[in-house]
């Protein structure tokens, strides 16, 4: 700020010293008067002087330049120094004494650097300013332009790098030409690079560009490829390598890793491992250790406001771990802390560290007289998210219950580890213990949830050195016997909770843990429980629970609340009112209900009430998803007419999300990928076609009027079709791929690990790549049904949707459903297909059998989808069917017709064989 030796001045004072400006440009000085007394605070006297000195220094010869610079002063004011804005008035000078225009434009570009007055950027500045303005204001302003994005960002550091990198490009004659391709290609490439390790990696930048301005291309597709995940000590080491070859188009390569030997020198220094790289392997090892769908995915796709300081977690559906792993010295051993901290996080699923019922608390693990002695409430007044958060509510101090919890329950899902995984116990606490030791280092000191960490979690005796004279000892090993003496490998999460009832007054009793918030980051790679996020995610099944609990109640059926939402997120959406019965069933069996009784009950028991009106079950289950909803006509072979509006479709715009299975494909199908990108390229049209011997058209045929001239010269009548014509070729084909995801396709393949519809998944994503080459539009849809009020559609990929990643991770989600209603899956998808604009309209079926549903099956079913097709052709619309995993039958023949429908006996061969069947038919 200025230090003003005289007061602001009144508004209407400030007229006066605008006074001669409003005599050279009183438009321009009215706008100024406007824009200067609406700044808070008021610049001072000296400052408007300043501005009104130097704008009328330029502005009488040259107006625009006087402009610009009373507009830089007016928006210095008050912000820096007048010593610097006398240093901006310096620099506008230097540009002036190139050319106004150049004055004008440091006048505009450099007020954001005088107001970072830093005087080591500045001078860099004012340095390329010396030496490309007298290329003119296009150069000048792109390269100002770069380095102003740079600003607008905050990276001050990599903005002195950036105009060193530049000065050096000039000092190696770079061309007017590349310079103004080459600014905005570092300013990019520089905040392309992550925040965190953006200063390091840019003096890496800095020094190849020293070497030689064009090596900055090799680097930043270096980076791309690799050489982001090197850490701030291995990267040097590798740009060394690179250039100490004197050949700079070896160092080039090298530095883009399209070297053998690039390659290699990344892989030896490489430590660091992108989530990105081992995703998949995680993905089938949870899913192999718990038998359910586990997705895995980075910590930047939590919610903005769950994000900040927040660790590896689960939200009860997914597992969040760091995008990057670096604590480990090698690639193997943070392989491990990937596993590790993902298998801790799924043990939080296996142990129900998330079923806390309230109920089941009250009435089987704390007594009434423990809770009020405690403090613990009832919250009745309160609406809770969920019961974790109506137990917290209860306490004086609710965050210290919660990290209570947190600490207590961490023990005790490794006691329930210890039964089941005794040697994945053993290297977790190994991992876990070198990382708090390492935390404890960095803040010199023990604090007691560290101290009680490493009890619970690590069973490790805490050093009586560094703690055993803190106030708080005693209460620590109280909490350890306890602990031990009440918590066994069986114990469910309530006890967990009974724990914290029993020590919340010995630990609320320690002044400096009720003043002083607990920083995740003091655990070990600030791993914690989220409870909230767990209640976010699990919003409607907690709604569902509910509903399906008031159902019960008054059937005078008693089950617990957490037990209910269980149920309803294993199934999540393929319940149905008899599978509901049939989980209630066997959930009574597991708390000791009797049988006979819970059965009649059941029987009796109209559960449609639980669902949406007219809905029978299927994918909204109790969770009242907001669905569109279509209704269809089904041909009754019996009455030889349509039934109208007969069957109901819920169209699902979302069917989950699975990260890892599309590269997975790729890398796994790499030889047949490329061989079919090569080629559907072959079928993209080339875009203009030349016809020759018309007798009119865009230009002469040269060759048709040589012979026109040899005819007359030879007296013979001449063919007068001596013109070309252009006509542009357009391949418009629209295709919709739809899938069938009935229950039969999760049966396994002989020999194999993979699943009917894994194969078949693998085959449409082969397909997308080739349908991304040729150019085609395409949909996919996948279609399953669960009666005639609940056929399902589940829309993968819109004909509007690119292939970006959402769509391909909704192609990895597809998951097995209930039973095949064809019928109004095809009726649906060609009413899509029809609306859409393109010539060639083509219906794909993948499918691996005839159509099977409730009151839907044999002739009736076969008939049903044989009106559909029809219908669907009759819109223009070409139906081809593909059977898979099965043998040639006369019903596909009748279904679907002989030429209009292939038959797979052998699913493995369908990655191969579905490209080249639709390359077949849409090749003419």
Sequence with gaps: MSDHADNPLDPADYLTLLEPLFLLEPEFADQLFRDLVAKSPLPAPAEVRILVENSLFWMRDYPELGKAVATGFLQLAGVVSENWQEQYADTVAVGKGITPVIGRSVAEKFVSIIQIQNESLLQLAREVVATIGPWG??????????????????????????????????????????????????????????????????????????????????????????????????????????????????QSRFLALESLLGLDACRELQTM?????????????????????????????????????????????????????????????????????????????????????????????????????????????????????????????????????????????????????????????????????????????????????????????????????????????????GFNEDLTETSPVEVAALLVCKFYPLVAAIPSLTTKEVNPLDYPFGRRLRFDLVARASRKQEEGAIKLKAVLEDAGIDFFKADLKRLLKEHDQSLTPEMLKNCLFTLGGERGISGKKLRSQLSGLDLQQCFPAGQDGGASSLIDEKVPTYWYDEWSIQLQDYLRDHVKLLEHQRVGSDSSFYPEVLVDHGGLVRRIRRNFELLRPEGLQILRHWPEGDSFDYDALIEYAIDRRLKITPDERFYRKRLKVDRDVAVFLLIDVSSSTKNKLPDSSKTILGVEKEAVVLFCEALERVGDSFSIAGFSGSGRLAAEFFLVKDFAESLNDEVKNRIGALRPEKNTRMGPAVRHATTKLAA?????????????????????????????????????????????????NAANSPHLDRLYGDVHHSVIADVKDLPDKLPRIYRALTKQ
């Excluded at 997914?318 to 802390?337: A, C, F, S, W």
């Excluded at 560290?353 to 405690?374: G, H, L």
């Excluded at 009832?378 to 998210?385: A, F, I, L, W």
């Design 836 to 884: 859409y604009p393109a010539k060639v309209k083509l219906l794909v079926i993948l499918s691996d059998g005839l159509p099977n549903d409730q009151d839907y099956s044999q002739e009736y079913a076969i008939e049903d989808c044989r009106a559909a097709i029809r219908e669907s052709r009759s819109k223009f619309v070409h139906v081809h069917a593909i059977t898979v």
């Design 273 to 481: 491992v992108p989530l990105s790289a081992v995703v998949g392997s995680l993905s089938r090892y949870l899913q192999a250790r718990s038998g359910r769908s586990a997705t895995v995915r980075s910590l930047e796709h939590l919610p903005a406001t769950s994000r900040f300081m927040s660790g590896p977690c689960t939200d009860g559906f997914h597992i969040y771990l760091p995008g990057e792993m670096d604590r480990g010295k090698t690639v193997v051993e943070n392989q491990l802390i990937y596993r590790m901290l993902a298998g801790l996080d799924l043990a939080c699923w296996e142990a129900g560290s998330f079923d806390f019922d309230w109920q089941r608390f009250r009435e089987e693990f704390c007594p009434a007289e423990m809770i009020e002695k405690v403090g613990v409430v009832e919250t009745s007044g309160v609406k809770p998210q969920d019961d974790l958060e109506r137990f917290f509510a209860g306490f004086s101090h609710p965050v210290l219950a919660e990290e209570l919890l947190n600490l207590i329950e961490q023990g005790r899902v490794i006691c329930f580890l210890k039964s089941c995984y005794p040697g994945f116990v053993k290297q977790v606490r190994l991992l876990l213990d070198k990382e708090l030791q390492r935390l404890v280092a960095v803040s010199g000191s023990w604090s007691f949830w560290q101290s009680l960490y490493a009890l619970l979690i690590l069973d490790r005796e805490p050093e009586t050195d560094s703690v055993g004279t803190e106030p708080w000892f005693e209460v620590l090993m109280e909490v350890r016997r």
């Design 137 to 250: 204001p296009y150069p000048l302003g792109q390269v100002m332009n770069a380095l102003l994005s740079l600003l607008e960002a905050g990276e001050e550091n990599a903005a002195q790098a950036y105009l060193q990198m530049i000065l050096a490009a000039l000092g190696q004659q770079i061309s007017e030409r590349e310079l103004i391709r080459y600014a905005p290609l570092l300013s990019r490439g520089i905040l392309f690079c992550p925040p965190e390790k953006r200063d390091w990696q840019v003096v890496q930048l800095l020094m190849v560009v020293k070497k030689s301005y064009g090596l900055a291309h090799a680097f930043f597709r270096g980076m791309e490829k690799g050489l982001a995940h090197l850490s701030g000590d291995d990267l040097p080491l590798f740009i060394a390598k690179a250039l100490h070859f004197a050949d700079e188009k070896r």
